[in-house]
């Protein structure tokens, strides 16, 4: 429950319907890579020049060298950050398999790579796990972690697709165990704000983004972490974690 609410809160997910989450559906490889850029604050840095329109930075054809992903695709950026990080290296040299399923020991691993591949000392009850397997001691290290806890106290089924609840309570319980200063972007298009931070402390206050001012326009709210819909009213809770961005939307006055 806490962390659905925390994915729709930073805008990581999004519910199916008005009225639905989509607990138990399937999460596809290019919308569990895109969670992970998302909660990365949304990085472009790995983005050249010849992935950009020449007259603008209009995404045109981003080169992420798997034939399978297609250069204007709303998931290409994130899948070429994951590359370019280590997050993942596809499932062969030159397939990613974007509309894939994705499964519990594949989303582990990814999370495991995003943390520096980490090795840690620890038994695992679960007996459908080979010790030969990719992802061992990526669970290894999330069971060490808490978060991942297995279907059952022995079971936890590596092949099974890893549906939007749990997808969204790994990335959640990652984030919490981080304890780390993450950042804050603004991006005002010259209007002024004053008070914002720049960096927050997970688990320690709860503050509101103060509204920023643009001479001769009238703000109708942040997007960006927060979602592609605008909000006047963005609170950061003491349970938020992630890199921050936000985008201040203005309309011209008449």
């Known amino acids: ?42 990085p472009g840095d790995v983005l050249t020049k010849e992935d950009l329109s020449s007259t603008s930075a209009a995404i045109t054809d981003i080169k992420t060298g798997f034939t399978d992903v297609l250069g204007n695709m709303w998931y290409a950026n994130a899948i070429k950050w994951a590359k370019e990080v280590g ?30 591949s980490p090795k840690v000392d620890t038994n695992i009850p679960f007996n459908d796990i080979d010790e030969n397997a990719y992802y061992y001691e990526a669970l290894k290290w999330g069971y060490n972690k808490n978060i ?17 609840e749990q997808v969204i309570t790994f990335l959640y319980r990652y984030g919490m165990l981080q304890d780390s200063t993450y950042s804050i972007d603004y991006l005002l298009f010259n209007g002024k704000t004053t008070g914002n931070k ?57």
């Open 1 to 42: 429950y806490d962390s659905v609410n925390w994915s729709l809160r930073n805008g990581y997910f999004s519910e199916i319907t008005n009225n639905n989450f989509g607990i138990g559906e399937k999460v596809s490889r290019a919308e569990a890579i895109t969670l992970l850029w998302r909660y990365a604050g949304r």
């Open 87 to 116: 997050v993942t290296n596809g499932t062969s040299t030159t397939t990613f398999n974007p509309n894939e399923a994705i499964n519990r020991a594949d989303f582990i691993a990814m999370l495991w790579r995003n943390a520096g």
């Open 198 to 254: 720049t960096s927050y402390i997970s688990g320690t206050d709860t503050f509101t983004l103060n509204e920023p001012t643009k001479e001769g326009y009238t703000f109708i709210g942040w997007t960006g972490s927060n979602g592609n819909i605008p909000n006047k009213k963005i609170i950061i809770t003491k349970e938020d974690v992630g890199n921050k961005v936000y985008i201040a939307n203005f309309k011209k006055n008449n």
């Open 148 to 164: 991942v806890k297995g279907i059952s106290e022995n079971e936890f089924r590596p092949s099974s697709y890893c549906t939007r």
